[in-house]
């Protein structure tokens, strides 16, 4: 495999496009331009699922290699977008807490829970009734910022151009798009992929997303504190308050609703005062079984899905874009889990 398209430019194409370059293959991405994942996210990259207190899937090989990826990425890019987070849990209930307090002392969980002796020592001005705990491991990437660096290093590579992928354009049996012939072309298209004629058996679904930009002069810089959602401290007294969870609302607007629905995420953990800067809103690209959805279709040899990162893709690109570039090129089986053939029946 010499040439490859791949449509879209989000986090899921773009560590792709730089998986398969770092194999000295020849590039091109097209993306329409409009992103309403990759930019919106937060970027946090957090091992664990607090409702059950259970290791997200497969987080032990994600999280160290995101790491390497993303610091490697700032010395190519030379721009600065990672950055240690820590992360603590308010409970819920005694029940969380007691997961937690098993979990702690298991092998699996010692990279990722801190161990406490006592839960409930006393965080200034926060709620918690149940006491919390401290996640290791955790970090957070600057999203708008390593987008705009990403784009800018594909563009001075000359492998991203901004625009549409028109199936007019498409010769799907030749591998050609616009007279130019590929080996392979990889539609990572996020939210989009119902647009696309090749992969809707892949269902896709919206899920979207709203946060808020808060400003307070009393909310703590040094820890994001989480409970029914996440403050996120990002300098200068600015934080990010989310985040909402809408299923099956294919509109991009924000709404009052969710705004309330945020601020009462807020009141939940503090009393401390904030005002409101803004409001964002982006779709997830999730899947209902909750796993990314990777391959190659079974009747169209050469063309590719990469999506369904869903929650996490700032997790999940890294490690998953490495593993999509090793089939693509290799051959290399891809993690039973993640693979398109199994939406067809
Ligand atoms: C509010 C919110 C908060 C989030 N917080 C986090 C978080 O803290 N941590 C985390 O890991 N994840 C988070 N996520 C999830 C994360 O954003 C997604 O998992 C990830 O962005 C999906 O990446 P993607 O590349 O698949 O899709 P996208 O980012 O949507 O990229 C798809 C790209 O394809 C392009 N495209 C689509 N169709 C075409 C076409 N026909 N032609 C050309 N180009 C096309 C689009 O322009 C777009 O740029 C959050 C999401 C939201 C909405």
């Known amino acids: 495999m010499k040439k490859v398209l791949i449509v879209g430019g989000g986090i899921a194409g773009g560590s792709l496009a730089l998986q398969l370059m770092d194999k000295g293959i020849d590039v091109t991405i097209l993306d329409r331009g409009e992103n309403h994942s990759s930019v919106i996210a937060t970027g946090m990259v957090n091992p664990m699922v607090f409702r059950r207190m259970n290791l997200s899937w497969r987080a032990q090989e994600f999280i160290p290699y995101a790491r390497r990826f993303y610091s490697g990425l700032e010395k190519k890019f030379e721009a600065s977008f990672l950055a240690d987070l820590k992360i603590r849990r308010f409970f819920s209930s005694e029940q969380e807490r007691g997961y937690w307090q098993t979990k702690q002392h298991e092998d699996l969980y010692k990279d990722f829970l801190t161990v406490h002796e006592d839960f409930n020592i006393p965080i200034p ?37 901004i625009e549409t992928f028109k199936g007019h354009l498409f010769n ?56 029914k959602g996440f403050i996120l401290p990002i300098g200068s007294n600015k934080f990010k308050l989310g985040a909402t969870y809408e299923w099956n609302e294919p509109e991009l607007n924000t709404t009052k609703e969710a705004r309330d629905k945020l601020e009462l995420v807020i009141n939940s953990i503090t009393d401390l005062s904030y005002s409101v800067l803004g ?47 090793e089939y693509m090129v290799n051959g290399k089986p891809l993690h039973p889990e ?8």
């Open 279 to 325: 409001q964002k809103v982006g779709m997830r690209p999730t899947v209902s079984d909750r796993r990314p959805v990777l391959g190659m279709h079974p009747e169209h040899k050469g063309l590719f899905i990469f999506n369904g990162l869903g929650t996490k893709g700032y997790m999940l690109a890294p490690l998953l874009s490495f593993e999509m570039a």
């Open 125 to 161: 001005n926060a709620k918690s009734e149940f006491g919390s705990g401290v996640v290791k491991s955790a970090f957070w990437i600057r999203s708008e910022k390593f987008m705009t660096s990403l784009h800018d290093y594909l563009r001075l590579k000359d492998v991203l151009k």
């Open 172 to 227: 799907q049996k030749k591998l050609e798009y616009e007279d130019i012939k590929y080996d392979a072309v990889a539609f990572c298209c996020g939210s989009n992929n119902d647009k696309i004629p090749f992969f809707k058996a892949a269902k896709i679904q919206y899920n979207r997303g709203q946060i808020l930009d808060i400003h307070s002069e009393e909310l703590p810089e040094k820890e994001s504190w989480n409970r």
């Open 338 to 345: 993640v693979e398109y053939t199994r939406f067809i029946k």
